[in-house]
């Protein structure tokens, strides 16, 4: 709490409403009193802003009077003057009819005067009458006067009332707004607090300024920094508020306060909470449903017929108000009103374990055992533990199966040990096929999201290996060993146990149970040879055979149906992929969303759209195991390439190394062939920096962990955009011709026309100027008219421009890079729209003409030869053996070239390279002898 010698608060917010009261003491005085009648939600601040009201008036040189009620009954006893200019007086009220009535008519003689009066539902008829008289009695001079009204509060004199008000303009009260509530916290807390909170703050009060100022006076004895605490979905007990919604409400209804408290601590709201209200506060219908149309007029309920309290800070303070005793008694009584009308079973046992009492043996075994289920979602492990295992003490069959399954789902979050003994020794009792195949889930997920240290892991491991072996399911086990070292192993060894693991399943005795595990097997293998390059269409066909009744209930199974799912995406299939993904059912691990999210996420990548495919990523993230429990989760590292290139293609580099640092992959990987995407998209953001040795480096890498892997780099969407790109951009010459060649066969085998359009661009990026003209008109024609193609024709014209511009072809080169630029721009690629517009500025022979982009375009043929090698980090004597000429002649073509770019020497190459435009451009060129990255032998190649 503040402590109590804490300054009042300065009024916050409410800038409209003030606006609307100095309009108010602007107009002249006219044959009817100007009014203004104030209303609002319980705690909206009707007093407040009447106050403010007041301060404003004087500022303004009005007299002001503000009547106040006696605390003893409806009567003016009291008011206090204010006279424009001097001070404030208070005035007992001898008579308070007669004596209010001269000293307003006096007041309103002198000057301007604003009369105001809170709370008038509580003034008797006399002195609402009299209030009225001294009104009319000062029409002649310029009189507002502003009331406020509590809502649906009963008057005293309801027709004397309705009279007063009559005419007046009319204020209702809505809560502060979220910048407001910030506001609000600095001026309370006397800091700036942590982000969120006050976002926090405003949900939780809907900014009614009176929850909001118990609120913070309670934060300062929190731990504002604590996440869990600003995220809760349960608001702090603040007694005061739990008071005052108490008096108010009983001041309105005497039945109020129970209704309300009724509702705070059982939150049902659905079509049956009526009687089930009335039931247990002991009124009638008709007095349930009187007392729930208050409670809406009042703003505590919602007029939707939810009967829930609006405001979870209200709610918590009712609840948190009562006994636990008292609680625990509402949610048994409404756990046993449920049953005995057959609400449903999740609605009964949710009272059932709100309750402190346990449950008797009169429950029957489908509430309990839904009860455990609601308080392991609640997080309360001992109670669900208690009660399944009352369950498998007192029960057979279905119910024990079940209670089994969630008897290890809690004690693999709680004692990890007991769990697995639970679950091999469940195992190897149970024979139901389907039970055990939802045990060895649960055991895969174990050992996936293990946080335990190796030593016990490889333990458990070992125990499971046992059980299966005695059970006939033992290939499971040793598919869940490959999936764990996926990527580890190169493909081809991967296949070959594959198929060891298909023909020990075909020797067990359980067909039923290992059937699952063998379209598991299916799935791995269709990905498995689309990463191989093998035949697409017998691939293709796997991955179907895969998916017919594989359901995402495991870590294993969610890879292997993501692998079929990608090799579906991969081949074109983005339809049936689509459709399949929604046709899956959720296992119980509820993982079928993120097979789901996965396969949108990669149909929205192939066909350009940028920001539902970064969407899609972002959100399998948050759903995928932390870095810090798996930082080599196959999913979670692809989801990862593909985010880090989609902040490449859009230019967001610091973005881009964010998510690389906080998924450990920007400094140095671990082993294996997982990390082919994340490798080219450290390259592509090597060269947005204009960092060239580095983007090679990390080429370099990439090559060698898909040879080593077996893996055939062509089967990623990424490296067919990008890849040849970046290998001719860091001078990997022979390997961007081999990869283009690679890129352009398999797309002749596929058949598909935009895999073909793209295979055409990438070789072009290798040729010659007459080749390439040919290559990139094709490339076009196949990819236009194809909105899946967009993303890609943006990237053909950009290249069919920057070589029109190069062969001096500047108005056929102005229609391809204005093309380019607008589909850049709708696909949100944004440095390929950057690099087409400064082609389009270099190209234009009115622009600045000093510009790097328009110095490149003046380079001589050797020239620009020269500059290339020197960029990718050659020396001025390797530079010259290569090309045959002396160190001198090297010296000059460089010293000529630094003039024409305007850059003093090979320092500011990194920030050449980071212009838009400039590397495609410098690149762009005639037949002439280059050495490959690292060669000492130069090889002829045709750009």
């Known amino acids: ?49 009447l106050g403010e009201f007041r301060a404003m008036a004087r500022k303004h040189r009005h007299n ?144 009614n300024p009176f929850l909001l100022t118990e609120l913070l006076r309670w934060a300062p004895g ?30 309105i209804n005497p039945v109020l306060p129970e209704i309300a408290s009724i509702l705070a601590v059982t939150g049902e709201n659905g079509p049956d909470a009526l009687p089930l209200i009335a039931k247990l506060s002991g009124n009638t219908l008709e007095q349930t449903l009187v007392a729930a149309d208050q409670l809406v007029r009042l703003g505590f309920i919602a007029d939707d017929g939810s009967f829930s309290l609006r405001h979870r800070l209200v709610a918590q303070a009712l609840a948190g108000g009562m006994t636990a005793m008292a609680r625990s008694a509402i949610h048994l009584s409404t756990a046993t009103y449920l049953h005995q009308r057959g609400a449903a079973i999740q609605r009964t046992a949710r009272q059932l374990v709100a309750s402190s009492v346990w449950p008797d043996d009169t429950w029957p075994t489908e509430v309990l055992l839904e009860a455990a289920r609601s308080a392991a979602q ?160 017998e691939t293709v066909q796997q991955a179907r055979n895969a998916l017919d009744g594989l359901q995402p209930a495991s870590s294993t199974f969610l890879c292997a149906v993501a692998s079929a799912l990608i090799v579906l995406v991969q081949n074109g299939l983005h339809e049936e992929a689509a459709a399949r993904a929604q046709g899956l059912e959720q296992g119980d691990d509820l993982l079928q969303p993120i097979a789901l999210v996965l396969s949108e996420a990669m149909i929205a990548l192939s066909r350009g ?33 593909m985010l880090a290139e989609l902040h490449v293609e859009q230019g967001n580099a610091e973005e881009a190394w964010r998510l690389l640092k906080v998924h450990r992959c920007a400094g140095e990987l671990g082993p294996g062939w997982l990390y082919l995407d994340i490798l080219l998209a450290r390259a592509g953001l090597w060269a947005l920096e204009g960092d060239l040795d580095g983007a090679a480096r990390d080429l370099t890498d990439l090559l060698r962990r898909a040879r080593t892997g077996g893996v055939r780099i062509g089967s990623s969407l990424a490296w067919r955009r990008h890849g040849v790109d970046r290998l001719w951009q860091c001078g990997l010459v022979a390997e961007a011709e081999d990869a283009a060649m690679e890129q352009l066969q398999t797309a002749e085998k596929a058949g598909l026309p935009q895999e073909r359009g793209r295979a055409l661009r990438a070789r072009a990026r290798v040729s010659g100027s007459p080749r390439a003209e040919a290559l990139l008109r094709e490339a076009i024609s196949l990819l236009q008219g194809d909105e899946v193609s967009a993303f890609d024709l943006a990237h053909a014209q950009a290249d069919w421009g920057a070589l029109l511009l190069r062969l001096g072809e500047g108005d056929r080169a102005v229609t391809a890079l204005v093309e380019a630029v607008g589909i850049a721009n709708r696909c949100g690629a944004k440095p390929l729209a950057r690099h087409a517009t400064a082609l389009l500025t270099a190209g234009d022979p009115h622009s600045v003409p000093h510009t790097p982009l328009r110095g490149v375009l003046t380079l001589t043929g050797r020239e620009r030869q020269v500059l290339l090698m020197a960029t990718h980090g050659m020396s001025n004597r390797r530079i010259a053996e290569s090309l045959e000429i002396t160190r001198r002649t090297v010296e000059l073509h460089l010293s000529s070239s630094y003039q024409k770019l305007g850059i003093t020497g090979r320092r500011d190459f990194p920030e050449l390279l980071s212009l838009p435009g400039v590397g495609p451009m410098l690149e762009v060129r005639t037949e002439y002898t280059f050495p490959a990255h690292g060669a000492t032998e130069s090889s002829t190649v045709a750009a």
């Open 378 to 537: 609640a997080g309360d492990y001992d109670t669900a533990l208690s009660l399944v295992e009352h369950i498998r003490r007192t029960t057979k069959g279905e119910h024990y199966q079940q209670a089994v399954l969630l008897a290890c789902d809690v004690l693999f979050l709680t004692d990890w040990e007991r769990g697995m003994e639970l679950a091999l020794a469940s195992l190897r009792e149970l024979r139901d096929d389907d039970t055990r195949i939802r045990l060895l889930n649960r055991l895969d997920e174990a050992l996936h999201t293990s946080r335990m240290d190796p030593v016990t892991t490889a333990r458990g491991l070992a125990a499971l290996h046992t059980t299966l072996r005695e059970s006939g399911l033992e290939p499971w086990v040793r598919l869940c060993r490959l999936v764990s070292q996926w990527g580890l192993t190169d493909v081809t060894s991967a296949m070959e146990q594959l198929g060891d693991i298909v023909t020990a399943l075909s020797l067990t005795d359980a067909p039923a149970a290992t059937s699952p595990i063998v379209r598991a097997v299916n799935a791995f293998q269709a990905l498995c040879s689309h990463q191989a390059g093998l035949d697409g269409a």
């Open 1 to 49: 709490m503040l402590a109590e010698s804490q300054q009042p608060l300065k009024f916050f917010g409410r800038r409209s409403e003030l606006l609307s009261l100095k309009h108010l003491l602007e107009q002249e005085a006219g044959n009817e009193p100007t009014g203004l009648c104030v209303s609002g939600d319980f705690g909206i601040g009707r007093s407040a802003l």
């Open 222 to 251: 929190a731990d504002l920094s604590a996440r869990k605490e600003l995220t809760s979905s349960n608001a702090p007990v603040l007694p005061a508020v739990g008071e005052a919604v108490a008096d108010c409400l009983n001041l």
């Open 64 to 207: 002001v009077i503000d009547l106040k009620l006696s605390n003893l009954g409806g009567v003016w006893r009291n008011l206090r003057i204010s006279v424009a200019g001097g001070s404030v007086e208070s005035r007992a009220l001898a008579d308070p009819l007669t004596d209010m009535v001269g000293v307003i008519t006096e007041a309103s003689r002198r000057g301007p005067l604003l009369v105001t009066a809170d709370d008038l539902c509580q003034a008797d008829e006399a002195s609402l009458r009299a209030l009225r008289k001294a009104v009319e009695e000062s029409l002649r001079w310029p009189v507002v006067v502003a009331v406020s009204v509590r809502r649906v509060s009963p008057p005293r004199a309801p027709a004397q009332l309705a009279q007063l008000v009559h005419g007046m303009e009319k204020l209702v009260l809505e809560g502060l707004s979220e910048q407001e509530t910030a506001d609000l916290a600095r001026a309370v807390l006397r800091h700036r607090p942590p982000p969120g909170f006050a976002a926090w703050c405003h949900r939780l009060t809907l900014g």
């Open 609 to 641: 759209r940028v920001d539902a495919a970064r969407s899609g990523l972002e959100r399998l993230l948050e759903a995928l195991p932390p870095a810090e429990t798996r930082p080599d989760v196959p999913l979670r590292l692809l989801a990862v390439g």
